[in-house]
Nanobody, 116 residues
């Protein structure tokens, strides 16, 4: 059974930090590229960051470059997103996604609220 379970969301003040984690099981994790998406209220889901299956190269949306860092641990089947200097526009549900060719899986999402 495939599972992607996000954790680490919550309420944080502007300028604060949060670390999201996603624990995976049920598929060959190291073969899959991984992504974090965000869906703000009333908006479409958007790509925040991704990391390759081989080499671990990362890409970030312009809006989070220099503030967010994505990493993966293939031994533990986990992927993380360190979010620093959070802004109110960072509010939304954050989803973990795993993809290999045309196969992809989504987590259930973790709510992040950036507000004073």
């Amino acid at each position: 059974q495939v599972q992607l379970v996000e954790s680490g969301g919550g309420l944080v003040q502007p300028g604060g930090s949060l670390r999201l984690s996603c624990a995976a099981s049920g598929f060959p994790f190291s073969s899959y590229s991984l992504s974090w998406y965000r869906q703000a209220p009333g908006k479409e889901r958007e790509l925040v960051a991704d990391i390759a299956s081989v080499g671990g190269s990362t890409n970030y949306a312009d809006s989070v470059k220099g503030r967010f860092t994505m990493s993966r641990d293939n031994a533990e089947n986990t992927v993380s997103l360190q979010m620093n200097s959070l802004r109110p526009e960072g509010t939304g549900v954050y989803y973990c996604r795993a993809q290999y060719l045309f196969h992809y899986y989504w987590g259930q999402g973790a709510q992040v609220t950036v507000s004073s």
